[in-house]
Structure formats: C-alpha cells, structure tokens
C-alpha cells in the first residue's frame, strides 16, 4: 500500500482540523495534551457503538466474537508497533497514569522494602512521581532523583552514586512532556541492567514522535495513553517482559482475570489477562488500532521531515523574541517547546492567542517540581502533531508576537 506523503492529505482525514474556535481558524498546538482523532478512530468508535457490540472474550454469541477479535487483534498490532516479542507482554490499560500505578503497586508493591530506593529524574510528570512517592511512604522507601541542568538535560555524571544498591526500579520518562527532549534512555538502561536494576520508560509523549522499539531499547516496562496517539481517551498500554510481569502479583481483582474461583482460593488467569480484570475499554481499544494504523499510512520520512522543519523554525524564531527563555535546550528534540515571556503571565498569552485560534497549554504541565528547578510557576507550551504545518508555525509565531505586545 502507498503510504500518505503530503500533509494536505493527512488533514483531510481530521474533521476537528476544519472547526472554527473564537470564529478563526482553529490552530491546534496543544497535542501534547491530546492528539485530534483521525476519522478511521472515528468510524470505528461510531461502528462499534452503533451495534458491533458484544463483551468480549465472555459469550458464544456472534457480537461478542467479533469483538473479542477487533480487542485481541488491536493488541497484536499494537505488539507489531512497539516491536514487542509477545502478545502476552501487551497489557491494555486506561492510559499511562493507569499503567505506571500498575507497576508501582504490582512491582514496587512486592520488591520495596524499607531502606530501598526507586529513581526518577527531576523532569517527571506528576503521574510518573505521585505513584512512586504512594508506593514508597508505604514500604518506608525513599524517592530519588536524577536532577536536571540548566538546560534540561539529565545529569548523567551522577547515574552512578545515585544507582547504587538501594535502588530497585527505575522510571523515567522517554521526552518530558514540558522540556520535549530525548532523553538518552538507552544509556540509562545499560548502566541500571549492569546493576540488576528493572527501568520503566515513560513513553506518553515520545509514542507518537519517535519510533519506538522495545527490544532495542531494552527496557523492562514501556508506558502510553491512547489518546496522545490520535487514539481514543481512556486506552492505553503497559508493556512488560513476560518473565517479569509473569513474576508480578495482579492488581485488581474481577472476572476475566481469574483461572478458576472458589469461595476459599482464586488462582488467577495467564497473561495478558491477569492485569486486565473486568470488562475493558474494547471499544476503545480497537479504535487505538486504527489510531496506529493511522500512524503506519505515513510515510515516516514525512513525518521526520516535517518534525526537524518545525524544531528548526519554531527554536529560531522563538529565541529571537525579546525576553523570551525556552527551557528544554538541545539538537535531539521533538516539536514540543516551553517558555516563558518576561513580563508576560502564560495563562495571559494563551487567553488572547485562544481568540486567534490558537489552542495552546499554560500552567504547571503536571510537573511542579521541574517548574520549581527552573525557578517559575507556569510556562506556556505549544505542542505539533502531524497534521501540523510549518503555515501554522508561522501563524503562531506571529499571534505569539501581537500578543506579547498586547501585554506590554
Ligand atoms: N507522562 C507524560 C510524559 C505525559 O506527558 C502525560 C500526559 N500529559 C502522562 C504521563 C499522563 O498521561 P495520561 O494522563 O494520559 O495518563
């Protein structure tokens, strides 16, 4: 099949594209909240609701065979994406914060003992922190943290003191969703598996701007929502090694992740099912499917292009405006950029760029303490997607501009 190589092409799959907001054309620069939903993710939503329903994995019936099969076939292209070795090793879940819970309460919850330590980095998102931070008060473990500099990097001079033998997992986000860099994951991974160390990799933000390889990459769990992937809210993934999730207790208890139940004694399903109690999102899981069918049409050298071209317009043009500090700092970036105008409040700027069509993130990102580290209580954030073009880099750029003049 020939795959999608221009951008006119992608947005015409995208009904939300074409809306009005404060009667301009909308700009829709807020994606690394949610993604817009192409119209196969519609469609199958729509399709789904409107009669292919039945529970799955549950009757005989018709309804519930198909789908049982769009849910389990949904986890199979899912597994092809990330390069998983196993369907077992796919575990549906209702989004990131659900998925990284679920590791902290199932690992964490068996492996921490008092004294222990888990690692984060200072640029986390509060779901990659407060579950940590639950986990650990309750075992009398301790949080550390690897800090950022001033440019938003990890500081990987102190990799070593901090993964000492404390430490018993490791969870870090792929690309902060304020800071929008690479982080070197790969490195991380080496030195924490030198040290018999598991490593979560927060991919929420990274799922959809890089590809993502699992067995490159190594890593132990892989975390992501649905809904930053032009897929439906409430969907999401946890990716596991079998042999560690194999080793992990359940999490919630219920039907469908029993083997057999006794009024005395429950043993429990095989996986994947074992983390999957009581009816799922299997509507929204087969419309995920689509969302990644979505991403696989595109031909990846035109998105990589367009990705590099916007990094490359938007850091220029930013760093010329007067007063402006753009936090995260780097060539090995995503089309994710944070700043702050001086003299200018991010809620101000995104409340007048919002009556230009510009949709934009102001506040704390979930992230106070990397808001803490670079000294502000808000940024402002403008976040693309591939349905994203240069036009609109342009358009924001200058309504950033009127507005910040608006303000002085
Ligand atoms: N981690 C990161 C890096 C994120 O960007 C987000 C969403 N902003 C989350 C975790 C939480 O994702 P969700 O709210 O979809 O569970």
């Given at each position: 099949?020939?795959?999608?190589?221009?951008?006119e092409t992608?947005?015409?799959?995208?009904p939300?594209?074409?809306?009005?907001?404060?009667?301009r054309k909308?700009?829709?620069l807020?994606?690394?909240?949610?993604a817009q939903?192409?119209?196969q993710?519609?469609?199958?939503?729509?399709?789904?609701n409107s009669g292919?329903?039945?529970?799955?994995h549950r009757?005989?019936?018709e309804?519930?065979?198909?789908t049982?099969e769009?849910y389990?076939?949904?986890?199979e292209?899912t597994?092809k994406?990330?390069n998983?070795?196993?369907r077992?090793?796919?575990?549906?879940t209702s989004?990131?914060?659900?998925?990284?819970?679920?590791v902290a309460?199932?690992?964490g919850g068996?492996?921490?003992?008092k004294g222990?330590?888990?690692?984060?980095?200072?640029a986390?998102?509060?779901?990659?922190i407060?579950?940590?931070?639950?986990?650990?008060q309750?075992?009398e473990?301790?949080l550390r943290?690897?800090?950022?500099?001033?440019?938003g990097?990890?500081?990987?001079d102190?990799?070593d003191?901090?993964?000492?033998?404390?430490?018993?997992?490791?969870?870090v986000?792929?690309i902060?969703?304020?800071?929008?860099?690479?982080n070197?994951?790969?490195?991380?991974i080496?030195?924490?598996h030198?040290?018999g160390?598991?490593v979560l990799?927060?991919g929420?933000?990274?799922?959809?701007?890089i590809?993502t390889?699992?067995?490159?990459?190594?890593?132990d769990?892989?975390v992501?929502?649905g809904?930053?992937?032009?897929?439906?809210?409430?969907?999401?993934?946890?990716?596991?090694?079998r042999e560690?999730?194999?080793?992990?207790?359940?999490w919630?208890?219920g039907?469908?992740?029993?083997?057999?139940?006794?009024?005395?004694?429950?043993?429990?399903a095989?996986?994947?099912?074992?983390?999957?109690?009581?009816t799922?999102n299997?509507i929204?899981?087969?419309?995920?499917?689509?969302?990644?069918r979505f991403?696989?049409?595109?031909?990846?050298?035109l998105?990589?292009?367009?990705?590099q071209?916007i990094?490359?317009?938007?850091?220029e043009?930013?760093?010329?405006?007067d007063g402006?500090?753009?936090y995260?700092?780097?060539?090995?970036?995503?089309?994710l950029?944070?700043?702050?105008?001086?003299?200018?409040?991010p809620?101000?700027?995104a409340?007048?760029?919002?009556?230009?069509?510009?949709?934009?993130?102001s506040?704390?990102?979930?992230a106070?303490p990397?808001?803490r580290?670079f000294?502000v209580?808000?940024?402002?954030?403008a976040?693309f997607?591939?349905?994203n073009t240069?036009?609109?880099?342009?358009?924001?750029?200058?309504s950033l501009?009127r507005?910040?003049?608006?303000l002085s």
């Open positions: 099949m020939n795959k999608i190589s221009d951008i992608i947005r015409s799959l995208f939300a594209l074409e809306q009005t907001v404060n009667s909308l700009v829709y807020d994606n690394g909240a949610t939903k192409p119209k993710v519609i469609d199958m939503v729509n399709l789904m292919v329903n039945g529970n799955i009757a005989v019936h309804l519930s065979s198909k049982t769009l389990e076939e949904s986890r292209v597994r994406f990330m998983a070795a196993q077992e090793e796919i575990i549906f989004g990131t914060t659900a998925s990284i819970n679920l309460v199932c690992y068996k492996h921490l003992k222990d330590s888990v690692l984060i980095s200072e986390e998102h509060h779901s990659n407060v579950p940590w931070q639950m986990i650990c309750s075992k473990a301790n943290v690897i800090p950022v500099d001033e440019n990097h990890w500081r990987m102190m990799l003191n901090l993964l000492d033998s404390s430490v018993k997992i490791v969870s986000s792929h902060s969703n304020v800071l929008g860099l690479i070197p994951v790969e490195e991380l080496f030195k924490a030198a040290k160390i598991p990799i927060d929420a933000q990274s799922i959809v701007h590809e390889d699992v067995r490159k990459l190594d890593c769990f892989y992501f929502s809904h930053k992937l032009y897929g439906p809210t409430g969907t999401g993934v946890l990716y596991g090694k560690i999730l194999d080793s992990m207790p359940p919630m208890g039907g469908d992740m029993v083997d057999t139940v006794t009024l005395e004694k429950t043993t429990y095989p996986l994947p099912l074992k983390f999957e109690a009581g799922p299997f929204g899981a087969a419309a995920m499917a689509e969302a990644i991403v696989e049409s595109i031909d990846r050298k998105l990589d292009k367009m990705e071209s990094v490359d317009y938007m850091t043009e930013l760093l010329k405006i402006l500090r753009l995260g700092r780097g060539d090995s970036r995503i089309s950029f944070s700043f702050t105008v001086n003299g200018a409040h809620s101000d700027l409340m007048i760029m919002d009556k230009m069509g510009v949709a934009l993130r506040g704390q990102m979930c106070e990397l808001m580290r000294g209580e808000a940024m402002l954030r976040s997607a591939a349905y240069i036009e609109e880099a342009e358009y924001f750029i200058a501009k507005a910040i003049k608006m």
